[in-house]
């Protein structure tokens, strides 16, 4: 599957921002995905992951309540809608997908496929 992030920018602190992330293939259902983020000088952490039929999602604690993921199977897209976001949370975001069930979300090793990455730039 080939992942193409999008919907990056400059964002202002306290505003909000959604960004996506577009899959190839007919089989997007039969992945979980997730999102993760890399600031300069920094390990790709993780953000948040979604359940193959999105009835399930996971969010690190430092976005809990401000970000949330969402699925459209339909569409073969996976959104993050970023809320209050915050200078910190400054970083090129990445979605990736995997295809094993089970384990640990917020490992990257456990995802098969990435996308390229998108910039979001919070302002203070």
């Known amino acids: 599957v080939q992942l193409q992030a999008s919907g990056g920018g400059l964002v202002q602190a306290g505003g909000s921002l959604r960004v996506s992330c577009a899959a190839s293939?007919?089989?997007?259902?039969?992945?979980?995905m997730g999102w993760f983020r890399q600031a300069p000088g920094k390990e790709r952490e993780f953000v948040a992951a979604?359940?193959?039929?999105?009835?399930?999602?996971y969010y690190v604690d430092s976005v809990k309540g401000r970000f949330t993921i969402s699925r459209d199977n339909a569409k073969n897209t996976v959104y993050l809608q970023m809320n209050s976001p915050k200078p910190e949370d400054t970083a090129v975001y990445y979605c990736?997908?995997?295809?094993?069930?089970?384990?640990?979300?917020?490992?990257?090793?456990?995802?098969?496929?990435w996308g390229q990455g998108t910039q979001v730039t919070v302002s203070s």
């Open positions: 990736a997908a995997r295809t094993r069930s089970g384990g640990p979300w917020y490992f990257p090793s456990f995802y098969d496929y």
């Open positions: 293939g007919r089989t997007f259902s039969s992945y979980d």
């Open positions: 979604i359940s193959r039929s999105g009835g399930s999602t």
